[in-house]
């Protein structure tokens, strides 16, 4: 196992296992595997008649996620659940999982450290590497193209609806001048140059920007949507959807999601309030600050 999957911490891990309630020979679909930091837990509680399904669509995160639920089965000897993993989208578990077949559903929003930490990924600007963000790096366009075809117009639009960012026009002004740009340490630098922090933010003057831009090579947001629609037909009666957002853009649409099924009677919701990351889990992780975890169950029949 490499050292990332073994040291990775899934954000807000007691609380999700406690709404998931997973149960032995149940069947569950992480729709977002990562380093299978949910899912390891998952695989333990699920017993020999269970089923773990989950999806990725990093190569990479997929084949060491792979390895590491490998070694917990086999722990587990006969105990293990049976697993099926798809390295595609999350948005494409209606095109493999039957209706109306499905005790939990577990989907985690966030970038996971490794395509954080690795510059070569091109997600972060703490360190300089090529400008890619891109989740599927066999597919689709990096944001290098984005940042150098799209027009100024295009790149405030996307920079101010996709980063929340006020400062949207001069940003992309800035970013059209300084054209070709193809490295995040020089995206970052004209970004910042071109509206740097102010004085009551603690973030760097690029998050809101690298965010956008992540947000549309991925179209992140077209595939929280997906899995909405998706999961109420999917989950059995008493199922349940646990969600992990980690910024205002995802939390708004699954808490529109869920309002709207509750409205119709489709779901009860668990959390009336975000459940977020304790003092003791910031302090270990910086990131889970951020996270908001929702959970519903299924009320009426999925069909």
């Known amino acids: 196992m490499t050292r990332e999957a073994a040291r990775h911490v899934p954000v807000l891990f007691d609380e999700a296992m406690e709404f998931l309630r997973v149960r032995p020979g149940g069947t569950v679909v992480d729709c977002t595997l990562g380093l299978a930091g949910h899912a390891s837990e998952i695989v333990r509680r699920l017993g020999p008649d269970g089923h773990l399904i989950a999806f990725d669509r990093d190569a990479e995160a997929m084949a060491l996620a792979r390895e590491k639920l490998e070694c ?75 940042v150098n075809e799209a027009s100024e117009r295009e ?22 001048r300084g054209r070709p740009i193809t490295t995040t340490g020089q995206l970052a630098r004209i970004v910042s140059s071109a509206a740097p922090a102010m004085k009551q933010e603690r973030i760097h003057p690029a998050t809101r920007t690298f965010q956008a831009l992540r947000i549309a090579v991925n179209h992140e947001l077209d595939e929280i949507r997906a899995l909405m629609d998706s999961a109420p037909r999917l989950l059995h009666k008493s199922g349940r959807l646990v969600v992990i957002s980690f910024h205002s853009l995802e939390d708004r649409i699954v808490k529109d999601g869920l309002r709207e099924g509750a409205r119709q009677g489709t779901w009860e919701i668990l959390t009336k309030k975000p459940v977020m990351a304790g003092e003791e889990e910031v302090e270990m992780n910086p990131r889970s600050r951020s996270a908001k975890l929702r959970a519903a169950e299924r009320l009426a029949a999925s069909y």
């Open 72 to 146: 917990v089965c086999g722990e587990l000897g006969g105990q293990a659940p049976r697993l099926t993993l798809f390295g595609e989208p999350f948005s494409s578990v209606a095109q493999h999982v039957a209706p109306d077949s499905v005790d939990g559903m577990l989907a985690d929003f966030g970038v996971s450290s490794l395509q954080l930490d690795e510059a070569r990924r091109g997600f972060s600007f703490l360190a300089d590497g090529p400008l890619d963000m891109r989740l599927d790096t066999r597919r689709g366009p990096t944001a290098a193209q984005v």
């Open 155 to 176: 790149l405030a639009d996307l920079i101010y609806e996709y980063g929340e960012e006020r400062r949207s026009r001069r940003i992309a002004r800035a970013i059209v």
